[in-house]
């Protein structure tokens, strides 16, 4: 199967796995697995915005970082800028928070709530260099589309 194949495949899944779901826990839980399963990376997680940090959400991988304050690390810097990033070297990204040794590329999408507000970011790590590329990006990025909705808290 092709990458582009397997990301489609991927993205339904993700699609059925949220329909009809609105809890944030389980959502986050069940995408991550089938982000960490399909793909085989290194670490794939949600962390989620808690005031002006990022705390640590449902993942798959090996312990990491609770906190990570706005503009620190790639996450930090994702959250600040709302967009996506892609890091072909960590060590080479000013400030990167090395929260396993063995990463050595990464990527960060943020979750966006209907008002535009960043919900979320999802951030998935590799131990090799320069793994994600425009493909990568373009799935993940539809992957957080469909999960910001069912992360969202309901309006007062
Ligand atoms: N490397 C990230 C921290 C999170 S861990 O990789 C799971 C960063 O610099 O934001």
Redesign the pocket.
């Not at 990301?7 to 986050?28: C, F, I, K």
């Not at 290194?42 to 990491?64: H, I, K, M, N, S």
């Given at each position: 199967m092709t990458k582009e194949q397997t990301y489609a495949l991927l993205v339904e899944q993700v699609r059925s796995l949220v329909q009809g779901e609105d809890d944030p826990v389980s959502v986050m839980a069940n995408v991550a697995a089938a982000i960490h399963t399909t793909l085989g990376f290194w670490?794939t997680?949600f962390y989620v915005v808690r005031g002006d940090e990022l705390r640590l959400g449902p993942f798959q991988g090996p312990v990491?970082?609770t906190r990570?304050e706005r503009g620190r690390?790639?996450?930090?810097t994702a959250l600040e800028r709302g967009s996506t990033i892609v890091v072909p070297d960590?060590e080479q990204f000013p400030g990167?928070?090395?929260?396993?040794s063995e990463?050595r590329s990464?990527i960060?999408v943020p979750l966006r709530g209907s008002d535009g507000r960043v919900l979320a970011v999802l951030?998935i790590?590799s131990r090799q260099l320069a793994t994600f590329d425009d493909t990568d990006r373009r799935h993940l990025e539809a992957i957080a589309s469909i999960v910001a909705p069912a992360i969202e808290p309901p309006r007062q």
């Amino acid at each position: 199967m092709t990458k582009e194949q397997t990301y489609a495949l991927l993205v339904e899944q993700v699609r059925s796995l949220v329909q009809g779901e609105d809890d944030p826990v389980s959502v986050m839980a069940n995408v991550a697995a089938a982000i960490h399963t399909t793909l085989g990376f290194w670490w794939t997680g949600f962390y989620v915005v808690r005031g002006d940090e990022l705390r640590l959400g449902p993942f798959q991988g090996p312990v990491a970082c609770t906190r990570i304050e706005r503009g620190r690390g790639v996450c930090g810097t994702a959250l600040e800028r709302g967009s996506t990033i892609v890091v072909p070297d960590v060590e080479q990204f000013p400030g990167h928070i090395a929260c396993s040794s063995e990463s050595r590329s990464e990527i960060v999408v943020p979750l966006r709530g209907s008002d535009g507000r960043v919900l979320a970011v999802l951030d998935i790590d590799s131990r090799q260099l320069a793994t994600f590329d425009d493909t990568d990006r373009r799935h993940l990025e539809a992957i957080a589309s469909i999960v910001a909705p069912a992360i969202e808290p309901p309006r007062q």
